[in-house]
């Protein structure tokens, strides 16, 4: 049994990937086909279908970036306080989450001036 534990995990992982992403794309095309037996014309699927369906949100990008850059200045300051301190591991999730939370106070505040000025958030 214990042969069989380095065959059985990769296969289990990729079964549990593999098989939801079978089963979604195999309910799309039903769908899809369920629509064309209705007889709904190929303009009302492609909006269904299509990605200016779905609002954007055109400061995602900003939001991510920073959180990137405070939460690896936050990982930056803890190395550095490990380095010169004898401290607990524990300040490297304090500060990554501090950046974290600067950085999404930040977003707010950027996106909140920017939609009183009129742009559309």
């Given at each position: 049994m214990e042969l069989l534990i380095p065959?059985?995990?990769?296969?289990?992982?990729?079964?549990?990937?593999?098989?939801?992403?079978?089963?979604?794309?195999?309910?799309?095309?039903?769908?899809?086909m369920a629509l064309i037996e209705k007889g709904i014309v190929t303009e009302d699927v492609k909006y269904l279908y299509s990605s200016s369906a779905i609002k954007s949100n055109p400061y995602?990008?900003?939001?991510?970036?920073?959180?990137?850059?405070?939460?690896?200045v936050g990982l930056l300051i803890a190395q550095?306080?490990?380095?010169?301190?004898?401290?607990?591991?524990?300040?490297y999730f304090a500060l990554v989450s501090i950046g974290a939370g600067t950085a999404?106070?930040?977003?707010?505040?950027?996106?909140?001036?920017?939609?009183?000025?009129g742009e559309p958030v």
């Open positions: 065959i059985l995990v990769p296969i289990a992982f990729f079964a549990a990937v593999g098989i939801p992403i079978y089963e979604h794309i195999r309910s799309r095309h039903r769908e899809r995602g990008a900003l939001k991510w970036g920073l959180i990137f850059v405070f939460v690896g550095i306080f490990s380095a010169l301190m004898d401290v607990e591991e524990v300040i999404l106070l930040v977003f707010y505040r950027i996106a909140l001036k920017r939609q009183s000025e």
